[in-house]
């Protein structure tokens, strides 16, 4: 039974745990597998990158680990929706009804996450992590569900960070000044460590829910079980109090420890630049659990699992706060083009004169990585680059429909910024309210999309005996 909005009911989706997803993939022809023993050192995430948004890859035994490794998994929009069980122009309002409709998790006992238990884990021997681009600093940990509690409430948070191998028990860690850092500044200013789980190989709807822009309080394992339709599975943790999906295929614990920094980068990010090296966060490993015959999920560096999984859930917080303040605000789409991050357009129907500036202006505000953002109309399709590029060619003059803001922040991983301090640009390629109506109907050629081109096609005739008659 139907939902809210055209949104299949929770019980109806079709949530998958990875290896069930990446079955689901093997029985669609959309999974390669491919030749035990590819190189960890570029070779596995040039296959993947080569087979990126077309085929999964599954690499069996890989530099020779008994643990296999899969990339890709949710490479395109249509795969992730297929994944949450929502028709894909779904995507973006079922994420705002989970963030909006939270369901608590479940703890469990005997989880499969915490089949097999290593007490002196060495990462280097025991996970199969690759080294992606050229001059990465070496191997990195990229699709891991970092979790941690703030020591004050208790609520836990759930980020992706990258980390970097350092050492048999050590990663480092790029901690941004987001919640994970905060919690980490509470306890290390009393000289305190900071206990914390890393998830690798977590279903779609958990790795998509990390990603939510939420308070502080907020625990997005809620949301992932809300995106799946019914609450999350979870398990405690062996050292802590951290919960993780029950159903995750490795897990790492440690601790973020106080007051000891080391070297980590450069790294390939999603702008495709490194981000730079420098002194960082170090987690010190204590344990690793993980299911009987783990899969060890990698997400390559500027791939389009790695895009994709940012762009979701910036659209939803953007376009929450643009339809909260405009009533004319129908979609909003982060491009390809501009790493879905920097590049914004917009879809509206019947702006009031001079609203398309202000929505430009609180896009700016939404998200501060947002550099350029076009406002088009309700007849322009927002996913088609070329349509876009025809409404501000033909919609758009620079003297009375450009907004510009100058020395606004930025993303940091942006290299043309001044360490994040960054312009921003805003095009109103939308009909003017005032103009005669004629003047923008676009050409049409009445009934041309009911004809039946099958029926009007002859197949069976040569072009040498039509035109001889």
Not at 274 to 289: M, N, P, S
Not at 416 to 432: M, N, Q
Request: proline share 6%.
């Amino acid at each position: 039974m139907p939902s809210r909005d055209g949104l299949p009911a929770r019980g109806n989706r079709g949530d998958y745990a990875l290896r069930d997803w990446l079955d689901r993939l093997d029985l669609t022809e959309r999974l390669t597998v491919l030749k035990p023993n590819v190189d960890l050192h570029f070779e596995l995430a040039g296959i993947a990158n080569r087979l990126d948004g077309r085929q999964a890859s599954y690499f069996p035994r890989p530099g020779g680990h008994d643990v296999g490794v899969v990339s890709g998994l949710i490479s395109n929009r249509a795969w992730m929706a297929e994944a949450l069980g929502v028709a894909e122009g779904m995507l973006v309002p079922a994420f705002q009804d989970a963030i909006a409709n939270p369901l608590p998790t479940v703890t469990v006992e005997n989880a499969p996450c915490q089949e097999v238990v290593h007490d002196d884990p060495d990462l280097e021997k025991l996970l199969p992590i690759p080294t992606h681009n050229e001059h990465d600093s070496g191997a990195y940990i990229t699709a891991g569900l970092a979790i941690t509690k703030n020591p004050k409430t208790g609520i836990q948070n759930v980020a992706i960070h990258r980390l970097q191998l350092s050492g048999p028990k050590e990663l480092g860690a790029l901690l941004l000044p987001r919640h994970t850092l905060a919690f980490f500044e509470s306890v290390e200013k009393d000289g305190g460590d900071l206990d914390i789980a890393i998830v690798v190989g977590a279903r779609p709807a958990a790795l998509l829910a990390s990603q939510a822009v939420m308070p502080i309080d907020f625990d997005e394992l809620e949301i992932a079980g809300a995106l799946g339709g019914a609450p999350l599975e979870v398990a405690r943790c062996l050292e802590s109090d951290i919960v993780v999906p029950a159903d995750a295929e490795i897990v790492i614990e440690g601790k973020i420890v106080a007051h000891k920094r080391a070297m980590e980068g450069p790294f390939g990010e999603f702008p495709q630049y490194y981000g730079e090296q420098a002194e960082r966060h170090v987690i010190q490993v204590t344990k690793v659990t993980h299911r009987k015959d783990p899969i060890f999920h990698t997400i390559v560096g500027g791939g389009l699992e790695h895009l994709l999984l940012g762009a979701i859930p910036r659209e939803t917080t953007i376009l929450t706060t643009l339809q909260r303040n405009f009533l004319c605000v129908r979609n909003a789409y982060l491009t390809m083009g501009g790493i879905c991050r920097y590049h914004l357009v917009i879809q509206v129907e019947g702006p009031k004169p001079g609203e398309a500036k202000n929505i430009l202006m609180a896009a700016f505000g939404a998200h501060y990585d947002i550099k350029q953002a076009i406002v088009v109309d309700a007849d322009v399709d927002i996913h088609d680059g070329d349509k876009v590029e025809w409404a501000v060619a033909t919609r758009f003059q620079a003297e009375t429909d450009l907004v510009t803001v100058h020395n606004a922040q930025g993303s940091k991983l942006d290299p043309s910024t001044r360490d994040g301090i960054s312009s921003k640009l805003g095009y109103d390629a939308t009909v003017p309210a005032a103009a005669p109506e004629f003047k923008f109907t676009t050409i049409r050629v009445p009934g041309e999309e009911d004809i039946d081109l099958d029926a009007k096609i002859d197949r069976d005739v040569d072009l040498k005996d039509v035109r001889d008659g």
